[in-house]
């Protein structure tokens, strides 16, 4: 730690949340006081035309470096520490279990020859870490561990973005995993800490959506399906003539003609409502649960008007737009109004941001 940071009375240096989706690039950075509260020192995003990331891959390096520059230059971050996200599809993860007491050198022999087993891949060609999750629930003296392979092409976008960017990659997690992590503090502050609820987690990307039902940290069920934010664009595209940019920009604006809400965003968000509602159908008819506690939207989908309501309506949970930032303080660089309009929008950058303060 500095000592601007121990002036400051921060606990620990800030780190950046860089999450970089197929449509933008979303920046988060967190320092933490001595007292344990969080600070939201800066966010900010830049988006993506169409085509520079598909399914994971970066398609369009330069391009995307080029937005991930200007995110950080734009948001006037001072650190440059940084921790970056491999989507899910691009890491194989296994639990494995292991003799609890093995030294490091040990333990690093044992995970190598474990993966082996489940990586299709030479391990030559993958980067891959794990981390002792803790005592085997069901194997007394062995140490339940988790192995994380991708290959190394991949990781090396991700940091290279970064280092593009002048910044240090300090951190690679798995999306899903930054997600949880700021979706955990969340449910903490829920009535009994959030302890034996079902949380049904909908986070609505701009192709995908995917649902993570959760109890207690324990991820039950974890499921993407293809609709989202995109589809509205679409919509507005083909009602007004404008191209895809044109309607996305008009979108985030708010810049559309006078019926735009009764004959394009209402008729959408009641078909979002549905798809959220069969998405928990299919949960219910293919675990033994038949009902969640919680229903929580993330996404900057999240924030259409009438969505949370009319998802209530039709599930009959009760349900609420997720601000990963809830309780924390706001350092000047924060604009409030604008953190209201796009907070559910950062939830993974927020988990990755997180990091450093559960290591």
């Known amino acids: 730690m500095g000592i601007l940071d121990a002036l400051l009375g921060r606990k620990h240096p800030p780190l950046i949340g860089l999450d970089i989706s197929s449509s933008s690039v979303k920046l988060v950075e967190l320092s933490q006081t001595k007292s344990g509260e969080f600070v939201l020192e800066r966010f900010a995003s830049e988006p993506f035309e169409k085509g520079w990331i598909a399914d994971g891959q970066i398609e369009k390096f330069d391009e995307v470096a080029d937005a991930v520059r200007r995110v950080v230059a734009r948001s006037g971050a001072k650190t440059r520490d940084a921790a970056l996200a491999m989507p899910q599809s691009a890491v194989i993860t296994k639990r494995i279990m292991l003799p609890a007491g093995l030294r490091e050198e040990e333990l690093e022999l044992q995970v190598e020859a474990e993966a082996n087993q489940y990586i299709p891949f030479s391990l030559d060609e993958v980067s891959l870490d794990f981390c002792v999750i803790g005592p085997s629930p069901t194997s007394v003296g062995d140490v339940e561990v988790l192995i994380a392979a991708s290959r190394k092409d991949r990781v090396q976008d991700r940091q290279g973005l970064a280092e593009a960017a002048g910044l240090k990659p300090v951190v690679l997690d798995i999306e ?20 034996d609820a079902l949380v049904a987690l909908f986070e609505i990307g701009a192709e995908t959506t995917s649902l993570k039902v959760l109890r207690d940290e324990e991820l039950l069920y974890d499921r ?55 998405a928990l159908q299919y949960f219910f008819t293919s675990t033994p ?8 939207l993330a996404g900057g989908t999240a924030t259409l008007p009438g969505l949370k309501e ?29 953190l209201r309009r796009e907070a559910p929008s950062y939830l993974t950058a927020c988990g990755l941001a997180m990091r450093r303060f559960y290591q």
């Open 224 to 278: 993407d399906q293809s609709f989202g934010g995109a589809q509205l664009t679409s919509l507005i595209s083909r009602q007004y003539g404008f191209s895809f940019e044109e309607a996305e920009q008009k979108k985030l604006a708010n810049d559309l003609p006078e019926d735009y809400e009764s004959s394009v965003l209402n008729p959408f968000v009641d078909s979002l409502s549905q798809e959220i509602g069969r």
């Open 310 to 338: 009319r998802v209530t309506e039709l599930t009959g949970f009760a349900c609420m737009v997720v601000n990963p930032f809830e309780n924390m303080g706001l350092g000047p660089a924060v604009r409030e109004s604008k």
């Open 289 to 296: 649960h038949h009902k969640v506690h919680y229903v929580m």
């Open 176 to 195: 899903s995993h930054a997600s949880r992590m700021a979706i955990g503090r969340l449910v903490a502050a829920l009535p009994n800490e959030g302890k």
